[in-house]
């Protein structure tokens, strides 16, 4: 294994270099090639904000190898997660450990009329060598597919990737198909009869006069696949009738990213995707009984081997190697290691090798690394946890590399922490993305955003 991994390390940063060599050459040093990129971008809507979404000039490779290891583990851990959901669903004592608003729980008792959970899902993992692990789990149609494919599809007629790929073969890692499979066969076995009119689900904030770009993607895509499909904002929405429509388009599939703590904030239970939902006149793709995996205490569940000492080997297996010890912030006794610990103790005692994080992915509560504060400031942060929701988990080291960006100035190297991001869909994973950020970023940064996935293997 030892063997392994050296020589994953090495394949890698014998690439590294090679590609960024190959940016120094007369050929591409002028930056001509990368300015025509950006344009593509613009032209092809992958933007963010009317900004490109990668302002990066190297592709994150991975190897054969740890591209294998990442799919098995994660559709391993995407299978637990399910079971935990299944668990807690049927178990009121379990589901209360999950800190669900009255909403969420109501919601979450609706039969969406098929039986996955989650349809679509993504797991934040880092790779290092042939280490992974996994620090976040998203219930919900996954960002980025659309972004990463096209991403991937521009990257690799550039000059310096074509070059690079005289002695490297590339391949690539596109996901949407898939996407549209998996909502398609939930549609069927909801009972869908014919071919479904498709709303992607848009929330889009106040005084917003843009669309996702995104879902513009997709609704193209879908469309040439023979499907009529729209983007459609919350505010749109009407239901009369049995019918959920907006203006004259009926609605048979509707495909969500609005998660129900945003969703409450600006509307209420009678709204007219839950009243359509409710009575079974629309598929929702995902349901909300996956907003339960949603919080971040799914993974305290995960990590208690009392709620899994029943599960199948290979998940405990995977659940033992890859996920952090996370448990939910109280004045509790708990288990670490197997060994009984009184909570609030062991926090207070273990700062370095501990993060409070928000229970809720949209709180706006901050997380908190015990390694980036003193004593007296993580004294601070336990007691806020402690009264409001969230949960600690174990460290994860970061994993980081310098990549380069196209500045005003001409290229920069920066140092990027690099999380990748394998796509379930139906418990199947197909393709990744990669989302690159600056290390311990406390705001918004316009040196963050995706960079073309390729496997790598040698020629």
């Not at 007369?26 to 092809?44: G, I, P, V, Y």
């Not at 048979?252 to 703590?261: C, G, M």
Request: hydrophobic letters at 40%; one cysteine or more.
């Amino acid at each position: 294994m030892k063997v392994r991994r050296k020589m994953s390390v090495k394949i890698l940063g014998d690439a590294v270099t090679r590609y960024q060599k190959i940016l120094e050459t007369e050929s591409f040093r002028d930056l001509a090639w990368a300015d025509e990129l950006t344009k593509k971008m613009e032209e092809s809507r992958l933007v963010i904000a009317g900004r490109p979404v990668s302002p990066f000039l190297r592709p994150h490779f991975i190897t054969r190898k740890q591209y294998d290891h990442m799919v098995k583990a994660s559709e391993s851990l995407t299978s637990a997660i399910d079971r935990v959901k299944r668990l807690a669903l049927a178990n009121p004592q379990l589901l209360s450990r999950m800190s669900l608003l009255p909403a969420e729980k109501m919601l979450a008792q609706i039969d969406p009329g098929y039986s996955y959970l989650a349809v679509t899902s993504l797991l934040d993992t880092h790779i290092q060598n042939g280490h992974l692990h996994f620090n976040q789990y998203s219930a919900e149609t996954p960002s980025g597919v659309a972004f990463g494919e096209l991403l991937g599809d521009l990257f690799y007629e550039t000059g310096p990737v074509k070059e690079f790929r005289k002695k490297h073969t590339l391949s690539k890692v596109g996901g949407t198909k898939f996407l549209l499979q998996a909502i398609l066969r939930a549609y069927k076995e909801y009972g869908g009869k014919k071919k479904p009119h498709i709303a992607i689900l848009e929330f889009r904030q106040p005084f917003a006069n843009f669309e996702s770009s995104e879902y513009q993607l997709l609704a193209q895509l879908f469309r040439k696949q023979g499907y009529n499909a729209e983007v459609i904002s919350l505010e749109q929405l009407e239901y009369k009738n049995g019918v959920l429509r907006r203006g004259d388009f009926e609605i048979d599939l509707v495909y969500r990213r609005v998660r129900i703590s945003e969703f409450l904030v600006r509307f209420d239970l009678n709204h007219a995707l839950l009243r359509a939902y409710r009575e079974r006149n629309v598929c929702l793709v995902n349901n909300f009984r996956g907003e339960v995996a949603q919080k971040k205490a799914i993974f305290d569940l995960l990590t208690d081997e009392s709620v899994t000492a029943n599960f199948p080997v290979i998940e405990r297996k995977a659940i033992r190697e890859y996920i952090p010890w996370t448990r939910v912030v109280a004045n509790v006794k708990s288990t670490y290691q197997n060994k009984p610990i009184d909570l609030p103790e062991f926090v207070g005692l273990n700062r370095e090798r501990l993060i409070l994080r928000p229970n809720d992915q949209q709180s706006d509560l901050p997380e908190v690394r015990g390694w980036e504060v003193d004593d007296a400031q993580w004294e601070r942060a336990v007691r806020r946890a402690t009264a409001n929701s969230y949960v600690v988990q174990e460290r994860i080291e970061a994993v980081h590399a310098p990549f380069p960006v196209r500045t005003y100035a001409g290229l920069d190297y920066r140092e990027m922490n690099i999380e990748v991001h394998p796509h379930s869909f139906l418990g199947k994973v197909h393709g990744c993305t990669t989302w690159l950020s600056t290390p311990s970023a406390s705001g918004f940064s316009t040196a963050s955003g995706l960079a073309p996935t390729f496997v790598i293997e040698g020629k």
